[in-house]
């Protein structure tokens, strides 16, 4: 395709985004496709011969838009908010306008630096100190088990230049919560600590955070037995509840040990650009890694998540290979990513942060995330005053966990599997009206309704709506 | 940002685009910044206030453009191929543009679907047998990764699911060549097999393809000594010669310790849309798992490699989890690619190589290939009836391997550190030119000069006028 092939096929492109992007709170939100469906309305071979623009761009509303689940809605509750601000999306296409190969800083020293200059930003907004250092990775799952991988290598004195994990006598040990995400056991055991090895610690039956007793404990235990605590992963947000580990308190007793901590805020490290709630994240500042997702509330379109050090040399030790062909004589002088984590070849991402905080400013990310916030007090207080309705999690940020808890036919509030079977029937009732995606979610062994709040377009009047539409699908499905 | 100012903002960045890949043979092809110049260039403070978009468009020509290597330039031969053909460069925007989020195939059916129908495109192009599944990782490192792991569960029997990998009484030995990409060491390491359990096979002193007699000889003596043959990467192309791992003599030796054989074809894998080049891909169809980058050679932008499997049930096994808020009734009819590798969340990549497939056909992708072969056998031709140059290596693909060793002041031909510093001296001419750009890697424990010829651009006019470059810089470089 020729430059000027692409100047007509990308100005009708962009047409398209923008009247999506704009027709986007008429499409239902959950996406309305069946198994199998997709495959079977695509040729089951690749074409020989060019087909026209016009057909392509066709499929993206026959095929792709009913297929797809529209995250940008301002109906969308779903899972974690995955905004794609518009302003992300013009970087991300520069980015491809650029075609630049990131493997050393030689190949590409702006995508490097430019790299280095917006993970530097976001440190110092999130209050971050400066010894920090920042990559981005693909999604907080890669930057888990980065982090998992450098506690392994500093825990066994750099096992990895030698016999490996297996060579080691006492095995290492990682800590996290039941309430963790999936992607924290995942590194574990990719990281080869075997699900033996990792320890589910007991949170409080209140707010879901971790017990630093129970902590202590548990290390205590398997140092005793001549096994090695070697890595703490705190969730600064669950994705269950977004409750709040406590770091200051899992750091002291991880220091003990010597074990790395790690803190997974996928999710709420964009309240970290928010002064009044730092708070939530006192003694982030002492452990040895961060991962937070621009990608999530921020609004950096995906794939944007940031993996934080405070030693780097240390990672780097961990994941560097050098080879002939990619030594260069200002090697002592620049960053090179490519040893800071499992691939070698970089996108230009940080043109996708640059853009943003650039195109919309800090100050209106910081206006939409207070909004949410508010939008998510202002939900849970209707909840909470409701007979029948439950907050069952303290809402730290935006995500509300409810329950409608009615009275069965036996005149007793119900529960069990009948409890359940309500809330799955309310909840899809809910998602099969196409004005709104819940997800569902299990806690304590029962299902609950996360309503996670922060889509870019959603406002006050989508809150009021929703509750609105979940009491009357409530209500509906009967008791 | 709404709609409308994206459309704005999008069409003048699509003029960009096009305007900058029409001149991009007219910039110098390496970069031109110093280290820190790009930092030096940019605030140390993120904007608090939005900035107009005519400042961070001009931004990319003040500082992105000179501070990257034009990997598009016809004058790029260094590293391997690194085509962002415009095809796929629209279905990277559209991929923007629809903003979905792929953690399920719930999340997104068409996401997950789009993805299975064109890797089964390509693997059908690559002559690889139905039941052999592809999925889209990062890149290739992260592709051996997931590879390497598979093949540690495999032959520990899923230790990770009891103690792990530091629980295994006989380590597992992982093998590859000296020659493999140095992706594959990381890989081994950060499985967590260690330095001391990574065979470096020796090679053939001619082809550089792994000798199987040495692989087994190292898997017999390991196998004698209680250690466990686990996994071979064989490289059908390596980075440095794009030797040709012989790979059904490999799978024998494998297979006679159970071991797991993958193939990194990185950049060869492009090779495998040739019928008349099967030969170079004997016996992958009875690998175990294969990797190659259409983001390389093909052309379909990064990050676009490909990871196929031929045991999909046994990778779902290694890399699964599943939580509860991900679980959902349609889960036993699809595929859920979250189990396939490292990240949960997915970006639709499927679609840069949807549309590049469509647009510019699979026809006219095998006619550059073909035509970049040719260029390659054309430019070897001439340096080997060049008195004083030297191919060092079979030219199996578009990569061709190249040294002056001229007459010395002492009559002699120019050797040891003395034609280290000749072929540094007038590659670095080469690359200061601005005209072309090469790479400078070590054979043997000497520079060589790789010319990797593939760049979606390079015509055999642009070859030839490299070649005159070459010999004007190797005699201006002296002996």
Redo the contacts between chains.
């Keep these: ?7 007509a ?3 009708e ?10 027709r986007v709170p008429d499409l239902p939100v959950a ?1 309305q ?7 079977a309305a ?1 040729p ?8 026209p ?1 016009a ?2 761009l066709a499929d ?1 509303d026959r ?7 529209q ?2 809605h301002p109906g969308f509750y ?2 974690f908010p ?1 905004n ?4 992300s ?2 970087g ?3 980015s ?6 990131g ?1 050393t ?10 790299e ?3 993970t ?3 440190r ?2 999130c209050g971050l100190s400066p010894q920090w250092r920042g990559a981005i990775q ?2 907080a ?2 930057a888990c ?1 980065v982090a998992m ?1 450098a506690a ?1 290598e500093r825990a066994s004195d750099g ?10 006598d006492a ?2 040990v990682a800590y996290t919560s039941p309430q963790a ?3 924290v ?2 590194a574990a ?9 990792l320890r589910l610690v007991d949170v409080d039956p209140v707010t879901y955070a971790m017990d630093p007793a129970a902590l202590r404990r548990a290390m205590a235990e398997d140092a005793a037995a001549g096994r090695t605590p070697a890595v703490v992963v705190a969730a600064v947000g669950t ?2 509840t977004t409750a709040m580990d406590p770091v200051p308190a899992i750091v002291e007793v991880a220091r003990e040990h010597g074990a790395w901590v790690h803190v997974d805020a996928a999710m709420a490290g964009s309240a970290m650009l928010l002064p009044e709630m730092a708070h939530l994240f006192a003694g982030v500042d002492d452990a040895d890694s961060l991962a937070w997702n621009p ?1 999530k509330w921020m609004g950096t ?3 944007t998540s940031l993996l934080y050090v405070r030693d780097v040399d240390h990672l780097v030790s ?2 560097s ?6 030594r260069a004589s ?1 090697d002592a ?2 960053v090179q990513y490519k040893d800071w984590g ?7 991402r940080a ?1 996708k942060l ?2 943003h ?8 990310i910081r206006a939409r995330l207070r909004r949410d916030l508010e939008n998510a007090r202002w939900l849970a207080g209707q909840v909470e005053a409701e007979p029948g309705w439950r907050v069952l999690a303290p809402v730290e940020l935006q995500t509300v966990c409810i329950r409608h808890e009615p009275v069965g036919p036996d005149g007793e509030p119900l529960d069990g599997d009948a409890l359940d079977a309500h809330t799955l029937a309310w909840v899809d009732a809910v998602n099969d009206s196409g004005r709104a995606f819940l ?4 806690l304590d062994g029962r ?1 609950m309704v ?1 309503v996670s709040i922060g889509a870019e377009a959603t406002e006050r009047a989508d809150v009021e709506a929703l509750w609105s539409l979940v009491r009357g699908a409530a209500a509906s499905a009967g008791a």
């Design positions: 395709m020729t430059p000027e092939e692409f100047r096929a990308g100005h492109l962009i047409d398209w985004i923008a009247d999506h992007r704009a996406a496709v069946r198994p199998g469906e997709v495959r695509l089951i071979r690749a074409p020989e011969a060019p087909e623009f057909d392509v993206l095929v792709v838009v009913p297929g797809v689940t995250t940008q779903g899972w995955s794609a601000s518009l302003a999306v013009l991300d296409i520069a491809g306008g650029v075609g630049a190969l493997i800083w030689q190949s590409a020293p702006a995508l490097t630096e430019v280095q200059v917006v530097d930003w976001l110092e907004l693909d999604t799952s890669t088990l991988l392994r096992s990895e230049h030698r016999g490996g994990l297996q060579s080691l095995p290492l995400h999936s992607s056991p995942k055991l990719l990281a080869g600590f075997g699900a033996d090895n994705t269950g990608h379109i995906l794939d961990v994941m290979t050098t080879p002939s062909y990619l200002t002088e620049v499992i691939p070698l070849g970089r996108r230009f043109l640059w853009f905080l650039r195109l919309d400013g800090v100050e209106a997800g569902a979610s299990r299902w996360r």
